[in-house]
């Protein structure tokens, strides 16, 4: 059964009407049990509360990323481990372009073209960061390897 929850003024009216396809669907991730209704989907109509939702929802899992990047340049090459740290930055690699696909297939639809742009060159700036740390740590290890061999 869905409701549509519309606010006028002052007061708000529950309406039981099947909203369109046209709006945004989500189901909140509220871990927090209470008695009550209990909310399965919501259907945002609003296009400009729709763009809210989404660019904070982009916003939390950049920070993510970024925070794991940033730590990843601080790790000490002697603290690193080749192919643990290798492994994560792919596991982190292929997450970000999945990231990346989803951005470009679902919600592109409702952001505007300039902070789609400039959404996509982000994350093209924190994939070349995990390459560059990538390959920093493959020569790194083949560096002392080689050392260690020619002694």
């Given at each position: 059964?869905?409701?549509?929850?519309?606010?006028?003024k002052?007061?708000?009216?529950?309406?039981?009407?099947?909203?369109?396809?046209?709006?945004?669907?989500?189901?909140?991730?509220?871990?927090?049990?209470?008695?009550g209704?209990?909310?399965?989907?919501?259907?945002?109509?609003?296009?400009?509360?729709?763009?809210?939702?989404?660019?904070?929802?982009?916003?939390?899992?950049?920070?993510?990323?970024?925070?794991?990047?940033?730590?990843?340049?601080?790790?000490?090459d002697?603290?690193?481990?080749s192919?643990?740290?290798?492994?994560?930055i792919?596991?982190?690699?292929?997450d970000?372009s999945?990231?990346?696909?989803?951005?470009?297939?679902?919600?592109?639809?409702?952001?505007?073209?300039?902070?789609?742009?400039?959404?996509?060159?982000?994350i093209?700036v924190?994939?070349?960061e995990?390459?560059?740390?990538?390959?920093?740590?493959?020569?790194?290890?083949?560096?002392?390897?080689?050392?260690?061999?020619?002694r």
């Amino acid at each position: 059964m869905s409701f549509v929850v519309e606010k006028k003024k002052s007061s708000f009216s529950m309406t039981n009407t099947i909203p369109s396809n046209s709006g945004y669907k989500m189901s909140p991730h509220n871990s927090v049990s209470y008695e009550g209704i209990t909310i399965n989907q919501i259907t945002i109509i609003n296009e400009s509360f729709i763009k809210k939702v989404i660019e904070r929802k982009i916003k939390i899992k950049l920070d993510i990323y970024l925070k794991y990047v940033l730590k990843l340049l601080s790790v000490e090459d002697d603290d690193a481990d080749s192919e643990g740290d290798v492994e994560k930055i792919d596991v982190v690699l292929d997450d970000l372009s999945r990231y990346k696909s989803i951005i470009q297939n679902n919600y592109r639809v409702h952001l505007e073209q300039a902070y789609y742009e400039i959404l996509i060159k982000k994350i093209e700036v924190i994939e070349a960061e995990l390459k560059k740390k990538r390959e920093y740590i493959n020569n790194y290890f083949q560096e002392k390897e080689n050392s260690k061999k020619s002694r």
